[in-house]
Structures are given as structure tokens and as C-alpha cells.
């Protein structure tokens, strides 16, 4: 099945790609590297692309018709007189004129300037003071200039449309879920196949959920990956899922999520998995690592 046809339709008119690919790559993998993966998504049929400043692999894109594109306002970028040139910072390296999407990456002011987590003399965040009342405004004018199609959080005069957020079985934000739909809200999950084991930026003694014995038994039934056994999973909860590898047949084997379905049992017992753990620590929490090594996917944090 054609992923490009698998869409929900966003409150605003948007229709929106159920299944993206995540850009986020920790700094040991070489920026190629992570270019090459996220061109190679979208030559087998990866039609949504999630990106932010904060991961700074920006990179040339290109304006394409059939490409959804999210980028993400960081924290540092909050007062409203930085919103504009950050958003027009990203559409340069991106060589773009718009962005479909474009989400606050995470809803904490931090200080302004070129660290993206400021920290005092002692090792401390340093915070700034920010009504995002007025971020948003700042944000409304980007999108009545053309700048972005689509924003996310709650506004003045567009109603939001998605929240992303760390969601995956054994965190399934089943509540969230339940308040999004109610509202009008799509949720988007980040984190879906549970982390990459970076020291420092997620509990390093929490289990790994591809390893879950559950999905390994689903998955052999349906004779599919565990990772896509959970991003199925997420769709069938009417979750836009993002997907994140750098291996080639990984990246290609993600896209059997449309082949087939989960039974009504199968969720079930996924749904059983949830134990309200998160896998990733808030940039003010995580451990600052050399310079801009900085978080995987932060997402909206909730």
C-alpha cells in the first residue's frame, strides 16, 4: 500500500501522513550518514519527515510537493522577536520556502544565545521567562506569511491541530489519547520503538521494548519485525507514528506497517504492556554531554 495515501485529516482541512520518518541522530553518527538515511526514507516512500534546529541536520531537503515536512521551534527561541528569524534559519537550511508543520519542540524558555542548553558557571540550566501567549502570536504571524501551513499548540486564532509526545507500549498515553481525540487533537508518537540507549539522555536500566517477549510473539505471528509490530500498533489507535533507523533495511521493512492488521486480541495484549515509563529525561534533566551533543527526540514534552 502507496503510504503516501495514508493520511488523517487534521481539524484545520491538512491532511496530515500517518507514518513519518524521524531525523534525530546522536553525534556519533556521522552527519552524512544521517542525510544519506533520511534520502534514502524517502526514495522507498517515506512521504513525512520530522526534523528541528535543536538536531542540527537541517539539510537540504528541497521543496518537493509530495514531502510533509515538521521542524521545531527550540527552546532558546521563545521570546517572540526570535520566533520569525529561527523558523526563516531553518527554511534556509532546508532549502525551503515553508514548512508543513511547525511545533514547540518543548514548552520550558530557556536563555537566548548560541548554546542550545545554556548552563551557569555551576552546571545549571539557565531558564528564561517567556508568555507564550505572545510566542504564539509570533508564531500565527509566521504561518499568515506563509512560512508554515500548520501549528500545534493552542492559539489565539488557529486551533491546534497535533501533539507529539514520548508514546510507545509500555508508555501507550492512553489517557492523552483519549483527552487529544476528544478535542479534535491528533497525537503523534515519538519514541515508538522505545530509545536508542544514549548514556545520559534516557534511564539506561529500563528494559528494551523491541526485546518485550510480547511483540516478539506477535510479531512472529504475523511474521513481521517487533519494531513494526509496535508502529502498527500506533496507527491502529489512530496515533501518527514517527520511525527512526539508519539501517537501510530497517528503514525499508518499517513501510510492511501497511500490509497488514493487528487482531483485536493482539492489541490487547500491547496495550497490557503499558507501564506509565518514560524513556527519555527533559533537557533540564539529562546530562549535558561535550558542547551541542544534545537530546533525541524531545518532542512536546507532556
Given at each position: 500500500?502507496d503510504?503516501?495515501s495514508?493520511?488523517?485529516?487534521l481539524?484545520?482541512g491538512?491532511l496530515?501522513?500517518v507514518?513519518g520518518?524521524?531525523t534525530?541522530?546522536?553525534?556519533?553518527?556521522?552527519?552524512?550518514?544521517?542525510?544519506?538515511?533520511?534520502?534514502?526514507a524517502?526514495?522507498?516512500?517515506?512521504c513525512?519527515?520530522?526534523?528541528?534546529?535543536?538536531y542540527?541536520k537541517?539539510?537540504?531537503v528541497?521543496?518537493?510537493?509530495?514531502?510533509?515536512?515538521?521542524?521545531k521551534l527550540w527552546?532558546?527561541?521563545?521570546r517572540?522577536?526570535?520566533?520569525r528569524?529561527?523558523l526563516?534559519?531553518?527554511?534556509?537550511?532546508?532549502?525551503?520556502?515553508?514548512v508543513?508543520l511547525?511545533?514547540?519542540?518543548f514548552?520550558?524558555?530557556?536563555?537566548p544565545?548560541?548554546?542550545?542548553?545554556?548552563?551557569d558557571?555551576?552546571?545549571?540550566?539557565?531558564?528564561?521567562?517567556?508568555?507564550?501567549c505572545h510566542?504564539?502570536?509570533?508564531?500565527?504571524?509566521?504561518?499568515?506569511?506563509?512560512?508554515?501551513?500548520?501549528?500545534?499548540?493552542?492559539?489565539?486564532?488557529?486551533k491546534?491541530v497535533?501533539n507529539?509526545?514520548?508514546?510507545?507500549?509500555?508508555f501507550?498515553?492512553?489517557?492523552?489519547?483519549d483527552?487529544?481525540?476528544?478535542?479534535?487533537?491528533?497525537?503523534?508518537?515519538?519514541?515508538?520503538?522505545?530509545?536508542?540507549?544514549l548514556?545520559g539522555?534516557?534511564?539506561l536500566?529500563?528494559?528494551?521494548?523491541?526485546?518485550?517477549?510480547?511483540?516478539?510473539?506477535?510479531?512472529k505471528?504475523?511474521?513481521?519485525?517487533?519494531?513494526?509490530?509496535?508502529?502498527r500498533?500506533?496507527?491502529q489507535?489512530?496515533?501518527?507514528?514517527?520511525?527512526?533507523s539508519?539501517n537501510?533495511?530497517r528503514?525499508k521493512?518499517?513501510?510492511?506497517?501497511f500490509?497488514?492488521?493487528?487482531?483485536?486480541?493482539?492489541?490487547?495484549?500491547i496495550?497490557?504492556?503499558?507501564?506509565?515509563?518514560?524513556?527519555?529525561?527533559?533537557?533540564y534533566q539529562?546530562?549535558?554531554?561535550?558542547?551541542i551533543?544534545?537530546?533525541?527526540d524531545?518532542g512536546?514534552?507532556?
Amino acid at each position: 500500500m502507496d503510504p503516501k495515501s495514508q493520511c488523517l485529516e487534521l481539524n484545520d482541512g491538512h491532511l496530515f501522513p500517518v507514518l513519518g520518518f524521524g531525523t534525530y541522530a546522536p553525534e556519533e553518527v556521522p552527519k552524512s550518514e544521517a542525510l544519506e538515511a533520511t534520502k534514502y526514507a524517502i526514495e522507498v516512500g517515506f512521504c513525512h519527515i520530522d526534523g528541528a534546529h535543536l538536531y542540527q541536520k537541517e539539510e537540504q531537503v528541497g521543496q518537493r510537493e509530495d514531502i510533509f515536512y515538521t521542524s521545531k521551534l527550540w527552546a532558546t527561541f521563545l521570546r517572540p522577536e526570535l520566533v520569525r528569524p529561527a523558523l526563516e534559519k531553518s527554511l534556509k537550511n532546508l532549502q525551503l520556502d515553508y514548512v508543513d508543520l511547525y511545533i514547540i519542540h518543548f514548552p520550558v524558555a530557556l536563555k537566548p544565545g548560541d548554546e542550545l542548553l545554556p548552563r551557569d558557571e555551576n552546571g545549571k540550566i539557565i531558564m528564561d521567562t517567556v508568555d507564550f501567549c505572545h510566542t504564539w502570536e509570533a508564531l500565527e504571524k509566521c504561518k499568515d506569511a506563509g512560512l508554515t501551513k500548520i501549528l500545534n499548540k493552542p492559539g489565539l486564532k488557529y486551533k491546534p491541530v497535533c501533539n507529539q509526545v514520548e508514546c510507545h507500549p509500555y508508555f501507550n498515553q492512553s489517557k492523552l489519547l483519549d483527552f487529544c481525540k476528544s478535542n479534535d487533537i491528533v497525537l503523534v508518537a515519538y519514541a515508538a520503538l522505545g530509545s536508542q540507549r544514549l548514556k545520559g539522555w534516557v534511564n539506561l536500566n529500563h528494559p528494551v521494548l523491541l526485546e518485550d517477549p510480547v511483540l516478539h510473539a506477535i510479531a512472529k505471528k504475523h511474521k513481521q519485525t517487533s519494531a513494526v509490530i509496535a508502529l502498527r500498533y500506533q496507527l491502529q489507535r489512530g496515533v501518527v507514528v514517527l520511525a527512526k533507523s539508519y539501517n537501510k533495511k530497517r528503514i525499508k521493512e518499517n513501510l510492511q506497517v501497511f500490509d497488514f492488521e493487528l487482531t483485536p486480541e493482539d492489541m490487547k495484549a500491547i496495550d497490557g504492556l503499558n507501564r506509565n515509563m518514560r524513556y527519555y529525561l527533559a533537557p533540564y534533566q539529562a546530562k549535558y554531554h561535550r558542547g551541542i551533543s544534545i537530546a533525541c527526540d524531545c518532542g512536546n514534552w507532556t
